[in-house]
């Protein structure tokens, strides 16, 4: 069973302060994503990666930044938080094209910046 | 415009009931994914399925490449099944995911 896991399951931040958010796979996956949900709503990729310290844009990738300092884990940083980034954030992963781009997704993270 | 369009947008079911739930993409896809997101948010993967038919349970997709479309069937829904079911569409090759909005499920008793 893959196994996507992020931290912190829940932060509150203030406006303009700074916001890592992580994820750890233990699946041997190369690609790993970032995605944001806003209530009500389905899922936005913001950033991805699939090599080691490479990372690609998404589709809506402003105001955020990603590293990947290995391949099992995945930073999402908000480096001036703002009230437009409360959402609930999702971490998964996948493997190669050549098996499946089936991607695992992570239990979330709820962030709310005040 | 929209590039995966769900529908319903909303779904109530008396328990025993059957639901089908559409997804239509506006552009060319690789595969697609069908997701069940619990009411306190956590996601789970239903079926990968690039094309054709596929069945879980109570649960069947299908997809048709061709006709960019894509169903989930929930026969004798119950009221475990309540939620939001959303489906995703790869483009080709370029390993992303594109969200529908979702369907929200009630089923009651």
């Known amino acids: 069973e893959a196994a996507v896991t992020q931290s912190p399951r829940s932060k509150v931040a203030v406006t303009g302060g700074k916001v890592t958010l992580s994820c750890h796979q233990t699946?041997?996956?190369?690609?790993m994503y970032w995605y944001r949900q806003d209530t009500g709503h389905g899922l936005r990729l913001i950033h991805y990666?699939?090599?080691?310290?490479?990372?690609e844009k998404g589709d809506i990738p402003d105001g955020y930044k990603a590293s990947r300092p290995s391949q099992e884990n995945f930073s999402l940083i908000l480096e001036l938080a703002s009230l437009s980034q409360t959402a609930v954030y999702f971490c998964?992963?996948?493997?190669?094209?050549?098996?499946?781009?089936?991607?695992?997704f992570g239990p979330g993270t709820r962030l709310t910046v005040l | 415009g929209q590039q995966v369009q769900q529908s319903p947008a909303s779904l109530v079911l008396q328990e025993g009931e059957n639901a089908e739930l559409q997804c239509n993409f506006s552009?060319?896809?690789?595969?697609m994914q069908w997701f069940y997101q619990r009411p306190e948010g956590s996601l789970v993967s239903l079926f990968y399925?690039?094309?054709g038919t596929k069945q879980s349970g109570r649960l069947t997709s299908t997809t048709v490449i061709k006709e960019r479309r894509s169903s989930l069937h929930i026969s004798s829904s119950q009221i475990t099944d309540s939620g939001t079911y959303l489906c995703?569409?790869?483009?080709?090759?370029?390993?992303?995911?594109?969200f529908g909005e979702g369907t929200k499920l009630t089923v009651s008793s």
């Open positions: 699946n041997n996956h190369d690609y």
């Open positions: 995703a569409m790869e483009q080709g090759g370029s390993a992303k995911l594109i």
């Open positions: 998964a992963s996948s493997a190669d094209w050549v098996s499946s781009y089936e991607q695992y």
């Open positions: 552009t060319s896809l690789n595969s």
């Open positions: 990666s699939y090599v080691a310290d490479s990372t």
């Open positions: 399925n690039p094309s």
